[in-house]
């Protein structure tokens, strides 16, 4: 991790990095101060190009949509580009269940698919496996011949898909940027696969979230510097696919996707999660997620962007624990390309939890609680220290340990009391 | 329209009315940020001069995995004769070319018998080419990649379908970076335009690199001079 992270900062010094991220910033709040605008006018344009577009409220209506678009086309299989927001709207389970057959083509999301596992990291999502994970996962679902060598595994992963790109009816890709001025998206990726994706099959469904817009084409010139940069270190990636609207004999869709981040929007504390351009870098560097790995967070999207944007976005019950799930170091702040100021949203969402009762915190409160009175007086003090003592020495022995106080000791081992206390042993002084 | 016509409506006009009230309490900007943004935009290679950025375009593809071969001497029929040798010595059998003029001239010396038709062609059929030939729109010094228009069903699968690929370009098509002009979408235009920076590649197994992924694994740019 520390060796990519030095070459990213290597590709970061050819440009002037800084004036970089706040043109991107800058360029973020203004499409997102103009959301409504903005995506009319790229409704309006990708029509015109042929496209045709579908909204949809929820991360269920639009995985409903896609299914009704798959049926109507009589696809019974699709072929995808990797997608974070594909994640959200659970589309492999929903696609399944509708017995159409989902074919994920970027390596890292085809591995963690044939381990029936989730990604770890927006960007590499299967960094948890190691080769020996692939090359076991591929002999037992594949029936190759085990190998753990990157290079044989991915032309593996080449061959076995090939064919399925040419069979599929639909090909499904995320979008990185949609151009309101032009009516046509980007999406960049380095294998080939989204390429493939969008062109062999007869419909392409492109799904975005509504933040996804941005004003104009020059502006692209600003995030595509920085994307490569901070997700993994290149100056730009393989591909960059500008999408033009649907050729002759070819359908393209473009389904906009709220699930939840209207609630984002709506609150001017976590608005700026909305500008996230999802490289991943606040992951890479933060401690938290170095320690605990991307399946810790529980959610679609892990790290400090995650802990941010999955209370609002999904799950509330997640507000009283994921902004918690971070130690404030401000590493992510730091790294972040469009200067998102993850740590001051972090502490804003700890602050709504702790007012709202939701933080789940009681005990913690209770015992800062009794800390402080027992800190302010000494006879207090005294008897606190005295009960302490008493409570360890029985709390090692017994194999008794309820609560939540329990749940922390069964991984650990207390430490044994000191004989006497200071106080014994200053009065005992010769 | 494949989606009911009503719900879709109905689900437009409640999440822009969400947007909206959502709006209606602005966010504070940063007057820096913004001013930032106002100044003048990065420009990231000020040398314009064409030694210069053929130099840098070598080396930037190079730098990534893939190759650029400057062509010696001037004109179409230098660069057919160069692309020519360069498949006879690579002993590739099966070539396809995008419908395009430039890339037609630039494979012209290739022997008839190792052509084959795209026009009309099934992917299946395609996938017989061990390599594709493409021309360039511009070719980008700053990063070294080609940006090519593919605009029908058989030339958008060619960047990506034979396990090589070849691009052609001239020295006049050569910008120090990215920019609007490269980047952009025309009004009647169709299809996809993609900027190609060097063999497709992945590292999506402990980080390391492997090429050839989904696309090519050997990717040549041959720029020639006019």
Same mark, same amino acid.
Request: with cysteine; charged share 25%.
């Given at each position: 991790m520390q060796r990519s992270l030095d070459h990213k900062h290597?590709?970061?010094?050819?440009? *002037?990095?800084? =004036?970089?991220?706040?043109? =991107?910033?800058?360029?973020?709040?203004?499409?997102?101060? /103009?959301?409504?605008?903005?995506?009319?006018? $790229?409704?309006?344009?990708?029509?015109?190009?042929?496209?045709?577009?579908?909204?949809? %409220?929820? =991360?269920?209506?639009?995985?409903?949509? $896609?299914?009704?678009?798959? +049926?109507?086309?009589?696809?019974?299989?699709?072929?995808? #580009?990797?997608?974070?927001?594909?994640?959200? @709207?659970?589309?492999?389970?929903?696609?399944?269940?509708?017995?159409?057959? *989902?074919?994920?083509?970027?390596?890292?999301? $085809?591995?963690?698919?044939?381990?029936?596992? &989730? *990604?770890?990291?927006?960007?590499?999502?299967?960094?948890?496996?190691?080769?020996?994970?692939?090359? /076991? @996962?591929?002999?037992? &679902?594949?029936?190759?011949?085990?190998?753990?060598d990157p290079r044989a595994l991915s032309l593996a992963a080449r061959a076995h898909l090939r064919a399925r790109y040419l069979r599929a009816g639909v090909g499904m890709t995320g979008v990185n940027f949609a151009i309101a001025e032009t009516g046509t998206f980007v999406v960049v990726e380095n294998e080939g696969n989204g #390429?493939?994706?969008?062109?062999?099959?007869?419909? /392409?469904?492109?799904?975005? #979230?509504?933040?996804?817009?941005? +004003? +104009?084409?020059?502006?692209?010139?600003?995030?595509?510097?920085?994307?490569?940069?901070?997700?993994?270190?290149? &100056?730009?990636?393989?591909?960059?696919? /500008?999408?033009?609207?649907?050729?002759? #004999?070819?359908?393209?869709?473009?389904?906009?996707?709220?699930?939840?981040r209207t609630a984002l929007l709506a609150d001017p504390e976590t608005r700026e999660a909305l500008y996230c351009i999802r490289c991943g870098a606040c992951m890479n560097v933060c401690p938290v997620y170095r320690r605990a790995g991307g399946a810790a967070y529980g959610s679609v999207y892990p790290g400090p962007i995650g802990a941010v944007v999955t209370p609002k976005m999904v799950d509330p019950a997640a507000a009283g624990v994921l902004p918690f799930a971070s130690t404030l170091c401000g590493a992510c702040k730091d790294e972040c390309p469009v200067k998102i100021d993850l740590p001051l949203q972090l502490v804003r969402l700890r602050r709504a939890s702790v007012s709202a009762g939701t933080s789940g %915190?009681?005990?913690?409160?209770?015992?800062?609680?009794?800390?402080?009175?027992?800190m302010t007086s000494v006879r207090a003090y005294e008897r606190a220290v005295k009960w302490l003592r008493a409570a360890v020495a029985i709390g090692k022995r017994s194999p008794w340990k309820p609560g939540p106080l329990g749940a922390w000791m069964r991984g650990r081992a207390l430490p044994a009391p000191a004989r006497q206390t200071f106080r014994e042993w200053w009065s005992m002084r010769p | 329209m494949v989606v009911d016509a009503a719900v879709n409506n109905d689900a437009r006009s409640e999440i822009m009315s969400r947007i909206r009230a959502a709006l209606r309490v602005p966010l504070k900007l940063d007057f820096d940020d913004v001013s930032a943004a106002e100044s003048e935009r990065a420009e990231t290679v000020a040398a314009t001069d064409p030694e210069a950025l053929s130099a840098r375009f070598v080396r930037e593809l190079g730098l990534v995995g893939g190759d650029a071969v400057v062509v010696g001497e001037r004109g179409v029929g230098a660069l057919a004769k160069s692309v020519a040798d360069h498949i006879t010595r690579l002993g590739y059998q099966v070539i396809a070319v995008q419908c395009d003029e430039f890339a037609s001239q630039a494979a012209s010396q290739i022997p008839a018998d190792k052509m084959i038709e795209t026009s009309g062609a099934s992917a299946e059929f395609l996938e017989r080419a061990d390599c594709a030939i493409i021309a360039a729109e511009s070719l980008i010094a700053d990063t070294g990649s080609a940006v090519v228009r593919v605009s029908n069903y058989q030339d958008r699968l060619l960047p990506y379908l034979p396990p090589a690929c070849i691009i052609v370009?001239? !020295? !006049?098509?050569?910008?120090? !970076?990215?920019?609007?002009?490269?980047?952009g979408a025309g009004d009647l235009e169709r299809g996809e335009r993609v900027i190609v920076t060097g063999p497709s590649r992945t590292a999506d197994i402990e980080k390391t690199v492997v090429l050839g992924a989904h696309g090519p694994g050997s990717l040549t740019v041959f720029v020639v001079s006019d």
């Open positions: 290597a590709a970061q010094t050819d440009v *002037p990095w800084e =004036a970089l991220r706040s043109q =991107a910033h800058a360029l973020k709040a203004d499409a997102i101060a /103009h959301l409504d605008e903005l995506l009319e006018q $790229f409704e309006r344009r990708f029509v015109e190009r042929g496209g045709e577009v579908v909204w949809a %409220r929820t =991360a269920a209506e639009a995985a409903e949509a $896609f299914v009704g678009i798959c +049926r109507a086309h009589g696809a019974s299989s699709v072929v995808k #580009g990797k997608s974070m927001v594909s994640e959200e @709207l659970r589309l492999n389970e929903e696609l399944a269940a509708a017995g159409i057959e *989902p074919v994920e083509t970027d390596l890292g999301e $085809f591995i963690v698919q044939l381990a029936g596992d &989730k *990604p770890s990291h927006v960007i590499a999502p299967a960094a948890h496996l190691s080769r020996q994970d692939v090359g /076991h @996962l591929f002999t037992s &679902k594949l029936g190759l011949e085990y190998t753990d #390429g493939l994706s969008a062109a062999a099959p007869p419909v /392409h469904v492109a799904v975005m #979230g509504i933040e996804k817009v941005i +004003r +104009r084409t020059a502006d692209l010139n600003v995030f595509l510097q920085l994307l490569a940069r901070s997700g993994t270190g290149q &100056k730009i990636t393989t591909y960059t696919h /500008h999408f033009l609207g649907p050729e002759k #004999g070819k359908r393209q869709y473009c389904i906009i996707v709220d699930a939840g %915190r009681g005990l913690e409160r209770r015992a800062m609680g009794a800390f402080v009175r027992a | 370009g001239r !020295s !006049s098509q050569l910008v120090p !970076s990215l920019n609007e002009g490269a980047l």
